[in-house]
Each structure stands twice: as C-alpha cells, then as structure tokens.
C-alpha cells in the first residue's frame, strides 16, 4: 500500500516568545522541528507499511529550510519526500494549504497510486485540526478525525477508532481515505543509524504551484480566504487572596474556612 | 450574488447520542449577540436523527428559526454525509455568518463544509463580534500554545464560517412565549453519501463525572511528582462532589489519560471551583479553565504564574495542604 503523511515544520516549543509592545512573534532563536502531532502521523504510516508493506511518501509545503523536516521523514523510515516550495504559497491559511497539499497529493497518486492519506490532528503552532478534513474534501474521498487507533486493515479499507468526548467511534473507510491522528495512535522511534545516513542522501523533489497544477487564484496570502487582522498578547486576571499560616497544614485548613465563608462548599 | 446578500446568523446545534450537546446553548449566546449587531435573525441548524423535538427548544432558547434535517441516514455522524448535507443548506439558504462548536466532530464538520461551501473559517474561536463598520465577524482565537491571541477576518466570502471553542460563552437562559420557525430540509439520498461506514459507538469505560458538568474540579500538574498523586486529588474531588483532571506534564508522563487533559490542547471547562495542584499555569493550561468562577491554585513555588492571578494562592506542598484540607472537610 502506498500511504502520504503531510507533516509541517513548525517552532519546536509553543512556549514561543511573543514581544509585548508590539504582540510580534520573536522567531530569533527559536528551533524549528517536525510538528509533534505529525510524529505520531508519520510512525503510523511506517508502521502500517511494515505490516502491509508498500512504501511513505511525506509532503510538506513550506520555505526552503522547510527540507529539514523532509530528512527527518526519511530518518523516521520515509521513502519518498516531496516539498511544495513556491512564493505562490507564502501566507496560505488552511483553506488555501489544504488546497495546495491536495494537489500535491493528486500528483504524488499520479506517480504511484495513493491508499491512505494520514495527518496530524494538529498542528503546534496554530491549532486548526483543518488540514485532514479539508485535503479529503479537495480530493472528495472519505475521512476521519481525532482518529486514536487503527482497528484493522485489509486491502480495500482501514477500519479506525476515532476519540469523541464521551468516548470513541470506531469508522471503516475504503481506500483512499484521509485519517487525522491523536497522539495515542503511536510511539515515535528513535531514528535509526541507517534511517540517518539515508536522510543526508536523500532527493527532495520540490514542487511548485505550476508543477502540481494548482490554480494560483487559490493560493496564498492575498487569495486565501482568511486573514489576520490584528494579534495581541492575551491579558491575564489579577486578584489573589494569599491564604496565610505557618505551614501548609494550616493553610489548607485556612482554605477551608475561606471557602465556607464566601459559601463556595 | 453581493455579499449584502448573504442574510443571518447560523449556529450549528450539534446533537450527539440522541441528547443536544450543551455547546448549542452556548453558540446561541454567541450567535444571538452577532444577531441584534446585525439586525437578522438568528437560526440554528439540526442535523441527525429524531432531532426534530429540539426545534422549540433551541427556539426557546434564542433561536428565531431552525432548520431541522431529519433522516436516518444522520443517526451517526460520517463527515462525508453531514459535510455535504450543511453545504447543500449553506448554498441553499445563503446564510451571513456560520458557528459551528469546535467539538471533536465539529472542528472535523467545520473544516470539510467551509472547502465544499468555498468559504473561510476561523477554527477555535474564544470571542466572536460583529466589526461596526463594515459587518464583517472578528473571530478572536489562541495561537502559538495561548501565548498570542488572533482576531481572523474572512472578508471577500460568505458564510464567514467559525468553529467556537467549547464554554467560551455562557448557556443562553430560556425565555418564556418565545415562537419561532420551523423549516423542514429534505434529506437527498442520492447526494449526500459517503463510502465510509459507521460500525459503532464505544462508550468510554474510564467511569467518572463529566468534567464539561461538574462543579468542582481538582487538577494536578507537574508538581504532583507521580502518578500515585492522583489518589489525593480523587478523594479532594469526592469529598467536594467533583472530578479529577489534569494540565499537559501528567498526560505527557503518562499519569493520567489524555482524556482529563485542560487547556489549549486538551479541553475547555468552566466549573464554580477549579483547584490547580502542583500547576504552574501556563497559558497552555489556563486557556483551558480560566472561565472558572473560583480558581485555588496550591504550589510550592510562590512566583508560578497561577499564584498570581488564582483567587486563593496557596503557598505549600500539596501532600500537607491536601490532606489538611480533607481533615478540615471531615
């Protein structure tokens, strides 16, 4: 079988520094790294061609350092690597990107047919969830999201367990399909020795919006259909009692008292 | 067709196991606000399986109008068939703004609709406000783990479409002699499929209260030092009528389930008491429960940024004020 895994480079740490003045990301001295969620994306889809066999293709669009992620991939057991890597891209939001993946894909499947389509939940740096769902809606093909657990797999279909917030649903798909991963889908392996050394040579096909036939009205900043107005630092409340005493003994009996005074308990 | 065409506001009122999920009343908060600002009518759209008796209850709740989609082919939720089923209604209707609840399903709902309807959408939005000059909806959402807020516009497509993050807003209260409309959608067969099958539901096993429903609720950190610290925050949690929960460190250490996980990456709650255990408060943890009414937060370390905008700061380790707590409780 023949699974994609769309992975992003994203700031290694979401504990980015944010300048106060004037709400800017300070992007001096942060790492950049594989997007956590598209660890578990990535060992998954090298997981199942282990079982299945077949081989991972993984696509990224971003900037030229944007490739460091790609040799990751290959360190992690991809055997394929593609970037779409173009000026046409530059400021998509996820409507546009999702886009610009999926015309990738289509061009990936033009090469070797595609089966499974597998995506992180969600991205470290803006929180959207949109990418999975919205690539299998450009492709028209079936999906599912917050996807915990692959149930089975057989030629035709992939039966999935996905998380609800009162439990889980368990979904079958038949091929191709886009599946959306949570963190318990996988444990990300140590890369290899072996995995490294092919990360050094491996090719990285880049592509741009023209190579995969993508409609440049689509894409990019002043074409998606999303924009940021204004960012800003979020205030943070103030009033505290400090609950006093002289251990924490005490305190905690104070709280008690304090909490049975305001008729909180 | 102009923009000024596009006339409303819509919600999505989501049901789920045959129950309305709480979010419907917090998005009919939201979307009756945006609703008077505008000047239209607020409608909420239901989508399922004997949904229909919801109708005058989200109608009594704000609601001007509600479609009601009604099949069988809705009982379970496949996105293929309920994303094309909200788009047809979308094209349809011609709605002006869109809130969906960024649930599990509606964050996935979300998505898939705004790329069949050609639109934008804002995912996990904390604030949503109509900009006076122009109508246009500001949707404010957390970026980058909490640490910078965005307010995203979508300004040359309609619906302006928006996931809203779970008890960002208040229930709406039911207003007596409300009336509204009901309309009908027929359920097309033949367009709104999918190739996925739904096989089943598994109710979760994990036991416990439903951290979106308690009053209380006792939440340990990193400062708990070991899994084994969870039993303490259990029996806090009992003796005050509530449930366990937990910031990102003991879900990444593997103290506890991802499910009881707070904050930007977990979930949203807003119970009257929230004790913060061994929790330094980052803006990855109190994106998640700073709605609460009360927040209590115990920590060793004076200077964590909870102890200083928590309501009651406790200086100490939390295995002596803890137990000290329940004694006093006793």
Redesign the interface.
């Known amino acids: 079988m023949h699974i994609v895994a769309c992975v992003k480079q994203t700031?290694k740490?979401?504990?980015?520094k944010?300048d106060k003045e004037t709400?800017c990301?300070i992007r001096s001295g942060t790492e950049s790294a594989m997007n956590p969620f598209d660890e578990y994306a990535l060992e998954e889809a090298v997981t199942l061609k282990e079982q299945a066999g077949g081989r991972v293709s993984v696509i990224t669009m971003g900037p030229p350092q944007a490739e460091a992620v790609l040799r990751d991939s290959v360190a992690r057991g991809a055997d394929d690597v593609y970037q779409l890597g173009d000026r046409a891209f530059a400021g998509s939001?996820?409507?546009s990107t999702?886009?610009a993946l999926s015309k990738g894909i289509e061009k990936i499947n033009a090469l070797h047919p595609v089966d499974l389509i597998i995506c992180g939940k969600?991205t470290?740096?803006?929180?959207?969830?949109?990418?999975?769902?919205?690539i299998?809606?450009?492709l028209n093909?079936?999906?599912?999201?917050?996807v915990k657990k692959i149930v089975r797999l057989n030629e035709k279909s992939i039966?999935v367990?996905?998380?609800?917030?009162?439990?889980?649903?368990?979904?079958?798909?038949?091929f191709p399909?886009v599946i959306?991963v949570?963190?318990?889908i996988s444990n990300p392996r140590v890369r290899s020795i072996k995995g490294r050394l092919n990360a050094k040579r491996a090719t990285i096909t880049v592509w741009t919006a023209d190579d995969v036939a993508a409609d440049k009205s689509k894409l990019g900043i002043q074409n998606?259909?999303?924009?940021?107005?204004?960012?800003?630092?979020?205030k943070?409340?103030?009033?505290?009692?400090?609950?006093e005493?002289s251990?924490?003994?005490?305190?905690?009996?104070k709280?008690?008292?304090?909490?049975k005074e305001?008729k909180?308990? | 067709m102009a923009l000024q065409d596009y006339k409303n506001v819509w919600i999505l009122a989501e049901v789920q196991r045959g129950k309305l999920s709480p979010t419907a009343l917090e998005l009919l908060t939201a979307g009756r606000k945006l609703a008077d600002d505008l000047g239209e009518k607020l409608c909420a759209v239901l989508l399922g399986h004997n949904v229909r008796p919801f109708a005058q209850e989200l109608i009594d709740y704000g609601a001007d109008i509600v479609y009601v989609c009604d099949d069988t082919q809705l009982e379970n939720y496949i996105d293929d068939v309920y994303a094309k089923t909200l788009a047809d209604m979308v094209k349809t209707y011609q709605p002006n703004k869109f809130l969906i609840p960024a649930t599990n399903r509606g964050r996935a709902l979300s998505a898939k609709t705004a790329v069949f309807v050609g639109t934008g959408l804002t995912a996990d939005a904390t604030d949503v406000t109509i900009n006076k000059e122009d109508g246009q909806l500001y949707a404010t959402r957390p970026t980058f783990g909490g640490n910078l807020m965005a307010t995203i516009t979508c300004a040359r497509t309609r619906p302006e479409m928006c996931s809203l993050r779970p008890m960002a807003y208040e229930k709406a209260k039911k207003q007596a002699g409300r009336t509204g409309e009901v309309i009908a959608v027929p359920f097309q067969r033949e367009k709104f499929t999918s190739a996925a099958q739904f096989i089943e539901f598994i109710k979760s096993n994990e036991g416990g209260l439903d951290l979106s429903e308690v009053d209380v609720i006792v939440a340990g950190g990193r400062g708990l030092g070991k899994a084994e610290g969870f039993a303490l925050l259990q029996k806090l949690a009992d003796r005050l009528g509530g449930a366990v929960a937990a910031s990102r460190a003991p879900v990444d250490s593997g103290w506890i389930d991802y499910r009881y996980q707070i904050g930007l990456t977990g979930r949203t709650v807003r119970p009257k008491i929230y004790i913060a255990c061994g929790i330094s408060g980052q803006i990855q943890h109190t994106a998640g429960m700073s709605g609460s009414d009360v927040i209590i937060a115990i920590n060793k370390d004076p200077n964590a940024p909870l102890m200083k905008t928590a309501h009651y700061a406790v200086e100490g380790d939390l295995y002596e004020v803890i137990p000290a707590m329940l004694e006093a409780l006793h």
Request: overall charge negative; glycine content about 8%.
């Open positions: 700031p740490s979401d504990n980015v944010i709400g990301l939001d996820t409507w999702s886009y969600q470290n740096d803006s929180d959207t969830g949109h990418i999975g769902p919205q299998s809606a450009w093909i079936p999906n599912a999201a917050f039966v367990e996905r998380l609800t917030e009162d439990g889980s649903e368990v979904v079958e798909l038949p399909c959306s949570v963190k318990e998606c259909p999303t924009r940021v107005v204004k960012s800003f630092v979020p943070r409340e103030i009033t505290s009692v400090v609950v005493g251990n924490g003994k005490e305190k905690g009996a709280l008690v008292t304090l909490l305001q909180f308990i």
